[in-house]
């Protein structure tokens, strides 16, 4: 499990058994502060920079730590008070222990970038929520959310209603626990994404920006 730690208001999640840092709302002004703060604790640890479009850090402070770009997305919120609710859909299955072997081969071979592979989520479990469509017994369509981070992590297939029935599954299951918000990270160009996203509720809140780089 990830601690986190505040520096200069920033959100810096270490997992010291991955040698993996998230930092979590980098400003222009925090960039030097959290960068000094890893280097002189965490040599060898690799991290992933995230932060809004907004007040975003300068990118030569990017170039200059040998950091390269992982991803652009758009950031898409849902508040609780926003959700056009709808009955959870059927034919929507929770991945659990049971049948997570054939989450992972898909996920794994699908998200090849992505930090949170099968077997660590596999490890973290019941910290997840992951729900999957099957077509011909095999996923066709699947998406993972992390209630404590209150984000989808993740939305893959191509069939669009199927999309809108995941992220509905996400959103209903969520809100019966908490009003905390749900956050939707999706590449700029997953415009049919987005449009599944826009009908249940959620509201474009800016573009999601994250640097990698490994401590020396």
Request: charge should be negative; aromatic fraction near 14%; proline fraction near 4%.
């Amino acid at each position: 499990m990830a601690e986190v730690i505040f520096v200069d208001g920033v959100e810096v999640n270490v997992t010291n058994e991955e040698k993996y840092i998230f930092v979590k709302g980098l400003t222009a002004n925090t960039t030097e502060g959290v960068w000094g703060f890893i280097t002189q604790n965490y040599s060898g640890y690799e991290v992933d920079f995230s932060f809004n479009n907004v007040d975003a850090p300068p990118i030569d402070f990017f170039i200059k730590i040998g950091a390269r770009l992982l991803e652009e997305s758009t950031q898409l919120t849902l508040l609780s008070e926003n959700f056009l609710e709808q009955p959870m859909p059927e034919g929507i299955i929770k991945i659990t222990n049971a049948n997570f072997e054939d989450f992972a081969q898909i996920h794994d071979a699908e998200q090849t970038d992505m930090y949170w592979t099968g077997d660590r989520l596999r490890q973290d479990l019941e910290n997840w929520e992951i729900y999957a469509i099957y077509e011909n017994s095999k996923i066709s369509d699947y998406i993972v959310f992390s209630p404590p981070r209150e984000s989808i992590f993740a939305a893959y297939g191509k069939n669009p209603e199927n999309k809108v029935a995941l992220l509905s599954a996400v959103a209903n299951t969520s809100f019966t626990k908490s009003d905390a918000p749900i956050y939707f990270y999706t590449e700029s160009h997953e415009l049919a994404e987005q449009e599944a996203a826009l009908k249940l509720g959620f509201e474009q809140a800016g573009q999601l920006v994250v640097y990698q780089v490994k401590v020396e």
